[in-house]
């Protein structure tokens, strides 16, 4: 499962970033996709996670409505719209893909089906 991620960077708080992850037509169609985030000594914790129907299965609690997940089938790519961001979104953002539907309600880093690419930067700050 190889997944293609862009679209970090700095932003001031209240601001907004999209990032983009690109994914095989296979993966993107048949496999929940989502977004996790990390921030150096704290666990990776899963932001938003869709299926294949744009179901929303998993909702990170610090969302609070700041963030939205869509899917453009044309180009196979899932995007994460943040706005209103904070401080507190700074961190490293990994696309992810998760297979077994079940586990697409978990929010868990342990069954995403994806080796972890390199993540996209997210700095908020004034």
């Known amino acids: 499962v190889h997944l293609v991620e862009s679209g970090g960077g700095l932003a001031q708080p209240g601001e907004s970033l999209r990032l983009s992850c690109v994914a095989s037509k296979d993966i993107y169609s048949t496999y929940c996709m989502g977004w996790f985030r990390q921030v150096p000594g704290k666990e990776r914790e899963g932001v938003l996670i869709?299926?294949?129907?744009?179901?929303?299965?998993y909702i990170g609690d610090f969302v609070k409505g700041r963030f939205t997940l869509s899917r453009d089938n044309a180009k196979n790519t899932l995007y994460l719209e943040m706005n209103s961001l904070k401080p507190e979104d700074s961190a490293m953002y990994y696309c992810a893909a998760v297979k077994d539907r079940f586990d697409c309600y978990s929010g868990s880093p342990a069954v995403v089906a994806n080796s972890w690419g390199q993540g996209t930067r997210v700095t908020v700050s004034s």
């Open positions: 869709n299926t294949p129907e744009s179901t929303m299965t």
